[in-house]
Structure formats: C-alpha cells, structure tokens
C-alpha cells in the first residue's frame, strides 16, 4: 500500500508470518532480524544455500532456496 509516494509502514507482531523475498541482500537481512525481534514468524528467500544459511542465522524461522 503506497501513501504518498512511501510505503505504508507495518508493524508485525507475535504469531503474524512474515514473508522476506531477497532476504540475504541489505534490506532483507535488516528486515529478518527487525521482524524476528518483533515476534513474527519470519520465512526467508534467498538463493542458494550460502545465502539461506545467512538467513537462518540472523533468525530466520523457515527458509526457502530460490533456484532460478
């Protein structure tokens, strides 16, 4: 949702799931760890397995490899 030219803000909680695409770059791997800290359930998606384990390290709860 875009408000004025911004991104809404949100603010997940305990028990919401949280979906990051490209979570091992810069921003994902800001979002993991402030969703993670927030009590979301946080599924990342990163390419390959060096990045997927990145992920899973900074709290990623469930992690998907994307392929191509």
């Not at 993670?36 to 998606?45: D, I, L, P």
């Amino acid at each position: 949702m875009r408000q004025g030219g911004c991104l809404a803000p949100i603010a997940p909680g305990p028990g919401e799931r949280v979906l990051i695409l490209g979570a091992s770059g810069g921003m994902g791997t800001l979002l993991v760890q402030l969703t993670q800290a927030a009590g979301a359930h946080v599924v990342a998606v990163a390419r390959g397995d060096r990045k997927t384990a990145l992920v899973k390290e900074l709290g990623a709860d469930a992690c998907w490899a994307r392929c191509c």
